[in-house]
């Protein structure tokens, strides 16, 4: 028997042929059609969704968000005994808005939940998610083994961003229905007093608790992009944390400072308080869309820039 019939059939020895037929490598080319690219991504969004919903710094923060609303309710019943009156606010005591009005319709405890909490609380706690999406993963040195998987480096900085903006409605959903509950609870509801001096019905004001919730969510989407590049420049989970958190309260210090004026109107938290305009008959929506449109520059550009930082960034960890 001659040497080549002992050795078989070609492919059948123990060494790989060197140059061996397109498509038989290891490794498949990429399809973006492929309906399993389709599958990977979903199951990659679906998995960091789950993952940042059910840790227990989640659950942690998403229950000090819960109790505002229950301090405040608790505040106000105790203050006016349960009666009309003022408890807060430009009338009386100082406090957030739509408190005075507050002992005379509880569901008015949610405009004003959203209004205490989204200054600091909540921008923190999307801070803290946002800042240790990346860095987190990279200082656990999990970073280098979710990119293992055929995802690419761009759909898992969008799975992590998209994490971080259903954390943000979560989070915005969880106080607005703390609140409504206490609300309920503690005071009396009915028909709704507008900004504008008209009357809804209580079925119209659950609308419109829901509507600002929303646009309270969406407030959030530019400094969750910029908290998700503050991330990718790190491979510390609580520096980046950190940073994002001093960013926030730097950016609204300037915000506050008359001299700086100018600057304002680029900042983004400039405009969150314009939720307000959804309780007036009708909706102004000037300054809402000026607060949406400043919230996708934000997440257009630091979105860009974290894309392009992340992509380029050498993984050792």
């Given at each position: 028997?001659?040497?080549?019939?002992?050795?078989?059939?070609?492919?059948?020895?123990?060494?790989?042929?060197?140059?061996?037929?397109?498509?038989?490598?290891?490794?498949?080319?990429?399809?973006?059609?492929?309906?399993?690219?389709?599958?990977?991504?979903?199951?990659?969004?679906?998995?960091?969704?789950?993952?940042?919903?059910?840790?227990?710094?989640?659950?942690?923060?998403l229950a000090v968000l819960a109790?505002?609303?229950?301090?405040?309710?608790?505040?106000?019943?105790?203050?006016?005994?349960?009666?009309?009156?003022?408890?807060?606010?430009?009338?009386?005591?100082?406090?957030?808005?739509?408190?005075?009005?507050?002992?005379?319709?509880?569901?008015?405890?949610?405009?004003?939940?959203?209004?205490?909490?989204?200054?600091?609380?909540l921008p923190m706690a999307v801070g803290v998610i946002a800042g240790d999406a990346i860095a987190g993963e990279a200082s656990g040195g999990t970073l280098r083994y979710l990119l293992v998987a055929p995802a690419g480096r761009t759909r898992l900085l969008l799975a992590k961003y998209a994490s971080v903006l259903t954390f943000c409605l979560v989070a915005t959903f969880v106080v607005a229905a703390s609140a409504l509950a206490v609300g309920a609870l503690l005071f009396p509801v009915g028909e709704v007093t507008t900004i504008s001096g008209t009357r809804i019905s209580f079925g119209e004001g659950l609308v419109r608790a829901a509507l600002t919730a929303a646009v309270v969510a969406a407030s959030l989407v530019g400094f969750a992009a910029l908290g998700l590049f503050v991330s990718t420049l790190t491979d510390s989970g609580i520096g980046a944390m950190a940073a994002t958190v001093g960013l926030l309260i730097?950016?609204?210090?300037?915000?506050?400072?008359?001299?700086?004026?100018?600057?304002?109107?680029?900042?983004?938290?400039?405009?969150?308080?314009?939720?307000?305009?959804?309780?007036?008959?009708?909706?102004?929506?000037?300054?809402?869309?000026?607060?949406?449109?400043?919230?996708?520059?934000?997440?257009?550009?630091?979105?860009?820039?974290?894309?392009?930082r992340f992509t380029a960034k050498d993984i050792t960890a």
């Open positions: 028997m001659s040497q080549a019939e002992a050795a078989g059939p070609a492919g059948t020895t123990g060494q790989r042929p060197r140059n061996p037929p397109a498509g038989t490598t290891g490794q498949r080319p990429r399809d973006p059609g492929n309906p399993r690219n389709s599958l990977w991504t979903l199951g990659i969004l679906r998995s960091e969704i789950t993952t940042t919903l059910r840790r227990h710094r989640t659950y942690a923060l109790a505002v609303p229950v301090l405040i309710g608790i505040a106000v019943r105790i203050e006016t005994g349960g009666g009309a009156g003022s408890g807060g606010g430009p009338d009386g005591g100082g406090g957030p808005a739509f408190l005075t009005q507050v002992t005379n319709n509880g569901l008015f405890l949610v405009f004003a939940a959203l209004a205490a909490t989204l200054p600091v609380f730097t950016v609204q210090i300037l915000d506050s400072i008359p001299q700086l004026s100018g600057i304002h109107p680029y900042l983004f938290p400039h405009h969150w308080m314009s939720f307000a305009d959804v309780l007036r008959e009708p909706v102004h929506w000037e300054e809402l869309s000026k607060n949406f449109q400043l919230q996708g520059l934000y997440a257009a550009v630091f979105g860009s820039a974290a894309w392009a």
